[in-house]
């Protein structure tokens, strides 16, 4: 072992017993295969980490160190939040002669208007004819 080495092992012992003695608990967590972070634009996913859970003074924190990174673009769908009236699903739905499901389907996808969702259906019955 280099002096170097010797010195890095000492610091990091010497590092633990202080972080001990202020109350905080290093765990590293073993054979993380990956770590997934998503925000409501983008999602990371890192492969293969070295990952830490820190705990002090009741807190936990995550150290997630190395690996290989991967950014991806996540599709924002605003529709799962959208209220339909059962009443509109059934006036498109007798409307265009489609099912309940299509029809709530084609609303979610015209925000709720009614009559946007009817014409859509139209047009997709007459392409399909």
């Given amino acids: 072992m280099s002096l170097l080495n010797i010195e890095m092992f000492r610091m990091n012992r010497d590092m633990r017993r202080m972080l001990e003695k202020m109350g905080v608990e290093i765990k590293e967590l073993e054979n993380v295969k990956e770590v997934i972070i998503k925000t409501d634009k983008e999602e990371y996913i890192i492969k293969q980490p070295a990952v830490n859970i820190i705990k002090m003074q009741g807190t936990l924190s995550f150290e997630i160190m190395g690996g290989e990174l991967t950014k991806t673009q996540v599709e924002v769908k605003e529709t799962a939040?959208?209220?339909?009236?059962e009443d509109d699903v059934l006036l498109v739905s007798r409307e265009t002669g489609?099912?309940?499901?299509?029809?709530?389907?084609v609303?979610?996808?015209?925000?709720?208007?009614?009559?946007l969702a009817i014409l859509k259906l139209?047009?997709?019955?007459?392409s399909n004819a």
Avoid: F, H, W
Avoid at 81 to 85: F, G, P
Avoid at 107 to 115: H, K, P, T, W
């Fill in 122 to 126: 139209q047009e997709r019955k007459r």
């Fill in 98 to 105: 489609v099912s309940k499901e299509e029809a709530e389907k």
């Fill in 81 to 85: 939040t959208l209220e339909i009236k």
């Fill in 107 to 115: 609303l979610r996808e015209s925000n709720g208007d009614i009559a």
